[in-house]
């Protein structure tokens, strides 16, 4: 049996996925879930290979993925800055391209990141009296926060339990603020208004990660692609139903990625991205 006292999950609800499921099998195909499959899979090929986390599962089941991963190894206590750096990279990092890879094919999410203790163990099942299967049992308190957060979130984000998370990264043991240089963390409030009794919430900013990697010379247009793609699975989404919850989701949506497209438009001279701000 394996412990970690620190790990982080993330947990992602891949919307409207089930209904895109039953209507591939009506048609008898298969398309969205060897599409998933299809993400997952280059994903770990393109970002674990080489990885020397001491822990990294990344499943999916159903209409979630699940990623816990940690650096640390509370049985050896060799917890260096370095190891922080690593897991706070994959949330910045690695997460930002598989939800980029996600919206280019057209899924949506919402979901929670959060942290906590995770247990690993093996089970041995007699087979056949001569072969065992070994399976993995996992316990993770990380997975229930993240769940936790996923299901009280109404707005299509990935949602920070902010006095679990943040305080992981102010608390770092280190001496380095991680709260300033976590800078894509934005909170519903600053795109939409929020009712006074209604507690606020924390989400990773994924269009603050793609703006400041890729507003550049070099790669504007990657830039300029990447957000006209969210432009129209936007539209494409809001035109798809009439249901006022549904709707009411992609309008937040579409507040936030026109809030990010005037951004770029203040502070750059790409005049042309005033042709992907959505009109409303």
Not at 94 to 100: P, S
């Amino acid at each position: 049996m394996k412990v970690f006292e620190k790990t982080f999950c993330i947990y992602i609800d891949l919307l409207g996925f089930s209904n895109l499921v039953s209507n591939d099998l009506k048609n008898n195909k298969n398309t969205s879930f060897e599409k998933i499959i299809e993400i997952i899979e280059n994903f770990k090929d393109g970002h674990f290979e080489g990885d020397r986390a001491r822990l990294n599962y990344l499943s999916f089941y159903s209409d979630s993925i699940i990623w816990i991963f940690s650096t640390y190894d509370d049985s050896n206590h060799t917890n260096y800055p370095c190891e922080f750096d690593a897991c706070m990279s994959k949330i910045d990092g690695q997460l930002f391209f598989l939800l980029v890879e996600l919206i280019q094919n057209g899924f949506f999410f919402r979901g929670g990141i959060a942290s906590g203790k995770t247990i690993i163990s093996n089970t041995q099942s007699n087979n056949d009296g001569v072969h065992f299967i070994t399976e993995n049992i996992l316990f993770s308190e990380s997975l229930v926060n993240a769940a936790s957060i996923e299901k009280n979130i109404s707005y299509p984000v990935i949602g920070l339990a902010s006095k679990d998370l943040l305080n992981t990264l102010d608390d770092n043991g280190y001496g380095v603020d991680y709260i300033q240089e976590f800078d894509f963390v934005s909170k519903i409030s600053d795109f939409e208004k929020q009712p006074p009794n209604v507690e606020d919430i924390y989400f990773l900013d994924y269009l603050e990660i793609l703006v400041k990697n890729f507003c550049n010379e070099d790669e504007i247009h990657t830039l300029y692609d990447c957000l006209d793609n969210h432009k129209k699975q936007i539209i494409k989404q809001t035109g798809s139903t009439e249901n006022e919850n549904i709707l009411k989701k992609y309008h937040f949506l579409l507040k936030y990625h026109n809030s990010k497209i005037k951004k770029i438009l203040k502070v750059s001279q790409y005049e042309e991205f005033e042709n992907l701000i959505i009109k409303i």
